[in-house]
Structures are given as structure tokens and as C-alpha cells.
């Protein structure tokens, strides 16, 4: 019930109004999430795209496309000391909880954390906060749609709020599409958490073992706390069918369908080495597959839009 939606959900809603958002993640990096957005990219019509995994953005490896918008992101915040105006008291160093002064009154970049505390007690005014880039976004006309990306610099902090940024990006381009499918970050940090904010529904994409059943609990956490409706896609599910059955029957008990289960074939493997989605290398049983798994959730996402 709307009422009951908290805040944050209803926030990322608005945002994306007449869109459908899907959010493919994993509980860890490598079980099939991009393979399985690539491949829808291919087969759903109007939808945009979103790499949200800006850690390591391997949509856009297979996806390519024209330039609209590329711009560096400062999503940081360090402190910056004018030496012409330094007293060197020290007061700064002293303040300082996260050792980020040298003892020669200079910064630490990478200990600073721009808290801003050094400011407040500078006697005249020597030290002020500067933003840093710690990435840079960009959007893409594709075939396959017009699509969101970025990259965290190496290094740098704050990929939830990159992952925002690239979602938000998306939103200047709409264009009458209805979905919008968002590769997200893998694992159930921030970076997840932004990725998943105000969508329709999560897609957990797992592999069939004892870690991949554990990491599906964690995710199924995560969506439960932020009330969002998870389906799960088993990839590779024949290479274990017990603890295939196993999550078939944690999904069953706690009321997250399942909506694929995605054969081994070793041609995605010769695919993705080529830099092609299976669909493009014509894995028909898998493609099946995949076309199954976009009709069963359109039918599941649109009916949540409906009660
Ligand atoms: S901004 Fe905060 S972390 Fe950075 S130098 Fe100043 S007090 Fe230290
Ligand atoms: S508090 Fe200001 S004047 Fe004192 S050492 Fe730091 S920057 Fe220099």
C-alpha cells in the first residue's frame, strides 16, 4: 500500500514517472547479472539501459554507442591549505581525527575525508574544502536504446552516489520508452542499495551454490527491507541441480518467484569472449530461456502496478 512505502522508495518513483525500472544485481560480481541485461537488451523493445555496477561497468563493454553527454562527477569533497595565508599553528593537525595533515601542514589526499573540521578552526581562514573528481558519467545513443553509465575512478569513494548520478542521467533522455533495465552494483552495499531505490522490481541473478544460496538471502533482506518485489533468475542451473532445488524452495518459502533458469552452454562463454550477448551468438535454448524470463516479468511487474 502506498502509505506504507517509505520515503526513500517513494523519492525514486517520482523520478522515473510512466517508466518501469528493473534492477538485475547479484549478492557477488560474475554470476551471469550482465549477461542476462545484455541479453534483454537485445530482445525488449522500448527501454533504456543503465550500467549501475560503476565499479566495474562491463554493460558497456558490449554495448556501444554515440556520445549525448559525457561529464566528469565530483563526488568528493578535500581540504586545500593556502600556504601564503598559513600560520603554521597547528591548530588544523590537532583537529584533525583522521591524521590527514602532515606534519609540515600539508594534506594527506587520500586520509582526507572532507569532513571540514580543519576549516572551522583555522584562525585566518587558510583552509577551505574543494571538490574532487572521483569519476565520469556518460550516455550513449545505442540500437539497443539510449544508455546510462559511469566510471569510479580508481581509488575513489562514494559509488552510491555515483550509481544515483547515472540514474538520474537517464532521466533527461526519456523519450516515450517504458522500461528501463538497470545492470546494478553487485554485493548489498551502498552502491546496491542505490541501485535499487524506488525500482519496481529487483531480479537477483544466482548461481546454483552453497555461497550463491547465501548470497540470494542477503539480497532477499535488502528488497524486504526496502519493499521492493524480488524475482530470482537461477543462471547455469544445471551445473548443481540439488542446491537448484534448494533455492527453488528458499524462493517458494519466501515468496520471491522464479522466474528462469538459465542452462550452461558453453557458447556464452565463446559469446562473451567475442563481446556478444548469447542472443547474438544464437543460443537458441538459452535465448528461449531468456525471452520466457521477460514475459513472465512483464506479467508479474505489471500486475504489482495494478494492486
Ligand atoms: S577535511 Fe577533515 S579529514 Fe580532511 S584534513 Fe580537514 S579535518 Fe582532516
Ligand atoms: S589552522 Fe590554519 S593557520 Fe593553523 S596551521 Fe592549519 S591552516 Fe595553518
Redesign the pocket.
Known amino acids: 500500500m502506498e502509505g506504507q512505502v517509505p520515503e526513500i522508495i517513494r523519492k525514486g518513483r517520482e523520478g522515473c514517472t510512466g517508466l518501469k525500472q528493473i534492477a538485475f544485481v547479484s549478492g557477488k560480481g560474475g554470476t551471469g547479472k550482465t549477461t542476462l541485461v545484455s541479453s534483454l537488451a537485445n530482445l525488449v523493445q522500448n527501454k533504456m539501459l543503465a550500467d549501475c555496477d560503476v565499479d566495474a561497468p562491463n554493460l558497456r563493454i558490449i554495448i556501444n554507442g554515440k556520445v549525448r553527454k559525457q561529464e566528469d562527477y565530483f563526488g568528493a569533497k578535500e581540504a586545500f ?2 600556504p601564503t ?9 590537532e ?1 584533525c581525527r583522521f591524521g590527514a ?1 602532515s606534519e609540515d ?1 600539508e594534506i594527506i589526499p587520500f586520509k582526507c575525508e572532507g569532513c571540514g573540521a ?1 576549516t572551522l ?7 577551505c574544502l574543494k571538490e574532487v573528481k572521483t569519476g565520469r558519467t556518460c550516455v550513449t545513443e545505442t540500437p539497443m536504446g539510449t544508455f546510462s553509465h559511469a566510471m569510479l575512478d580508481v581509488g575513489a569513494e562514494g559509488s552510491g552516489k555515483l550509481v544515483t548520478e547515472v540514474r538520474k542521467n537517464i532521466d533527461g533522455f526519456k523519450n516515450n520508452e517504458e522500461w528501463v533495465l538497470i545492470d546494478g552494483a553487485s554485493g548489498i552495499g551502498c552502491a546496491v542499495i542505490a541501485s535499487i531505490t524506488g525500482v519496481d522490481a529487483v531480479v537477483a541473478v544466482s548461481e546454483p551454490t552453497r555461497s550463491g544460496l547465501h548470497d540470494l538471502e542477503r539480497v532477499l533482506d535488502l528488497a524486504e527491507h526496502f519493499q521492493i518485489p524480488l524475482f530470482v533468475c537461477i543462471n547455469k542451473y544445471d551445473l548443481n541441480r540439488e542446491i537448484t532445488a534448494l533455492m527453488e524452495r528458499f524462493c517458494k518459502n519466501n515468496g520471491c518467484p522464479v522466474i528462469g533458469k538459465i542452462p550452461f552452454d558453453p557458447s556464452i562463454i565463446r559469446a562473451l569472449q567475442e563481446f556478444k550477448t548469447p542472443v547474438e551468438a544464437g543460443s537458441k535454448e538459452v535465448t528461449e530461456e531468456i525471452k520466457s524470463i521477460w514475459r513472465r516479468l512483464t506479467v508479474e511487474v505489471m500486475s504489482l502496478g495494478k494492486s
Open positions: 591549505i593556502d595565508v598559513c600560520l603554521k599553528c597547528g591548530l588544523c593537525k583537529t595533515i601542514i580543519c578552526v583555522c584562525p585566518v581562514e587558510a583552509i
